[in-house]
Every structure is written in C-alpha cells, then in structure tokens.
C-alpha cells in the first residue's frame, strides 16, 4: 500500500457541519481540531526573533544546546534523570514521526502495529503506508504475536485516558516479550485535570517506576504544541533507547528532517521557561469548567477526559447525530468514527477555542435543553 490508496482526508467529511454551524446568527464556534489559539509566548518569540540569521544548514540531530534543554526538561518535568545528548532527537512536529516511524524502523508487510482503540488516526496511517496491519488494542496481554511496534497514547487523544506506572509496566513488559518497540505518545502530558493528575505528574514511559532503568526498547514522544502554543513551528522531540535514537537519526538524516535553527533556538526558550506553560494551563482549565457543565447538561455523558486538551462525549446515539445536533447550534465538534471503529457514538470537543467562543458555545448548550 502506498499514499495513492488511503482513504480522504477524514476531516474533509466534517465540511457540510461546518457550514451548517457557520450559519449560525452569532457565528461558529469550532471545537474541532486541537489548533492552540492563544499567542505564542513572549519568550519564545523573543527566542525565534533572534535566532533569525540562519544562514548554513541545521543538523538533525540538533544543535547541543536544544539536546541539552530536552534532557534537563525530562529530569525536571517527567521525572527521568539521566538522559543525555544520545537520548534525544528533536524532530519537525510529532505527527511526521507518528506517521515516518514504521518505515524509520524497516516495517513491513507481515508485521503489526498496534495502537490504542480511541486513537489519533495516525498510527494507523503509518503502518498501512508500509503495508504493516494495524491492531487496536488497549490491553497489552491481547497486542499479537507479530507485533513489531506498539504505540500507546497517555494522556489519550481523544479521550483524555491516562496510563499509571502500573498500566505503563505491563506495556513495557509485553512489547519487550514479543520483541516489539514500545513508543509513548505523551503530548498532553502537562494537562492532566482530575486527581491523582491533577496534583501528581502523569509518568512517562520512560519513568524509572517503569523501566527499573533500563530503556531498552522504548521511545517517548512530546510536542511543544499544547503546552506553548507552538503548533506553527513544528516543536517536537523523542527521548528513549539510545540504539533506537541512533537509528532513527540516520534514517532522518537521509530523508533531510531537519528544524529550522530559529524553531530549535525557540525550543530551548519554551523548555527553560515554566512560567508559561502554567498560565497555558489555566487557560485551558477555566474553559473547561465553563464548557464540561454546559455539555453535560445538554444531555451528554464524558467519558475519560481526565487529561488533555478534549472532552470525549456521548449522548447514546450515532455521532453524525451529535454533530448535526451541535452544528444547528452553531458548535462543530469531531466525530468519534475518525479514531476508530470503536466509538461510534462518541464526540470529541476541543478547548482550543477563546474565551468568549467557549462561553457562548456553553451558552448554547445551556438555552438548548
């Protein structure tokens, strides 16, 4: 298989809601797609700015001193000491990496991938552009012989599931058993809402509760999207088995994946600065408490959504449903058939909207019951 035969573009399909939504008389409000609408912090950008004589050609691998800033964040933030420049690659968003790692990691037909049930279409994507199978499965103990990477997703896109050390260990276990990679999708990791996240780091996989130390096998994956607004500059990194690393930069070398010097210079202002992501974080969490009432009380149950940028809703009945429903209120959500067979009747909405969408998004809720 190859890009000529996958599907459309899922979100293609959303077109017609979305033009039912925009005829509302106050307008869209588009809880769709998780695109940051906040500014760019200020330290950041003051970063970039400076950065701008980029004359030669960036590295891959990174300049040492973004090596450097994603190691400490990993200590400071993720609680996994002891990484260093040959544990870490940054890399042009996370998505091209969801997307390149089969192929980066020489998969192939008779191979599996496995991926959670509610999942970021992606995975999927890039096991079928290898002709890999792709397996959704939540429990280690049911990921197939055959399996060659197993990804999980903590916090989960879409439904705001977290894995505990516990639920991170018989991951780890299991791919290790059938010599699989064992990669960790944790882009959300700062945004947990609901205790023990909401007082306690959400682990990483990379956690020595986890590893007992020993890396082998397993990658983490973050993005500077969520936490500091940074979607446009394409902010991402991978940390892990150092052998893994090391392959996956030879690979990335000959493809020419490299960021631009100015993005690199921004990334190690956004992973020194905390300051910032807090105050992102507290965004994020007055929209919530305005928009989850309004939802629920709209008849809608949620699921999941401990952490992370969703709310994983349902009300009982097909999504295409829910989302005309929604779109003659002039909210766009997105449909839970774009991440999987398994949650047809769920709805994924974004906090990734002002202040004042979410309110008058809650507004409409509330004045529909």
């Known amino acids: 298989m190859g890009v ?5 573009y899922p979100w293609d399909a959303v077109a017609p809601y979305a033009a039912r939504a925009r005829a509302h008389p106050d307008g869209i409000v588009d809880l769709s797609v998780g695109s940051p609408v906040d500014p760019t912090p200020d330290v950041v950008a003051e970063a970039l700015r400076a950065a701008t004589d980029a004359h030669a050609y960036p590295q891959t691998v990174g300049t040492p001193a973004l090596r450097s800033a994603i190691a400490q964040w990993y200590a400071r933030r993720r609680g996994v000491p002891g990484l260093t420049a040959d544990h870490v690659l940054p890399t042009v968003g996370s998505k091209e990496l969801v997307a390149l790692l089969p192929l980066l990691l020489d998969l192939g037909p008779g191979d599996v991938v496995v991926h959670p049930r509610a999942a970021y279409p992606t995975y999927e994507v890039g096991a079928r552009l290898v002709g890999a199978t ?6 280690p103990a049911a990921w197939p012989v055959g399996t060659r990477l197993a990804w999980v997703n903590s916090p989960g896109n879409p439904d705001g599931r977290v894995l505990d050390v516990a639920a991170l260990r018989a991951a780890v276990a299991r791919a290790r058993e059938l010599g699989a990679v064992l990669v960790s999708d944790e882009c959300y990791a700062e945004l947990g809402w609901d205790e023990p996240w909401l007082s306690t780091p959400i682990p990483s996989s990379l956690d020595p509760r986890v590893t007992d130390g020993e890396l082998r096998g397993i990658l983490s994956v973050y993005s500077l999207s969520k936490q500091s607004n940074l979607a446009g500059y394409r902010a991402a ?4 088995d150092p052998e893994l690393v090391a392959r996956l930069l030879t690979g990335r070398k000959h493809l020419g994946l490299m960021l631009p010097l100015p993005v690199q210079a921004a990334m190690v202002a956004a992973l020194g600065d905390e300051r910032h992501v807090l105050e992102q974080k507290e965004r994020y969490r ?15 149950r949620i699921d999941g959504s401990e952490a992370g940028l969703y709310l994983w809703a349902t009300e009982g009945r ?5 989302l005309g429903r929604l779109a003659d209120l002039g909210i766009l959500a997105g449909p839970g058939h774009f991440y999987g067979t398994h949650f047809p009747q769920h709805i994924r909405l974004s906090l990734t909207a002002t202040d004042e969408r979410v309110a008058a998004a809650a507004a409409r809720l509330s004045a529909s019951v």
Do not use: T
């Open 134 to 139: 792709p397996v959704a499965a939540d429990d």
């Open 4 to 8: 000529a035969d996958l599907a459309d």
């Open 318 to 322: 097909d999504a295409w449903e829910s």
């Open 286 to 300: 007055d929209r919530r408490a305005v928009l989850r009432p309004a939802v629920e009380a709209a008849g809608f």
């Open 237 to 240: 990194f991978l940390a892990g």
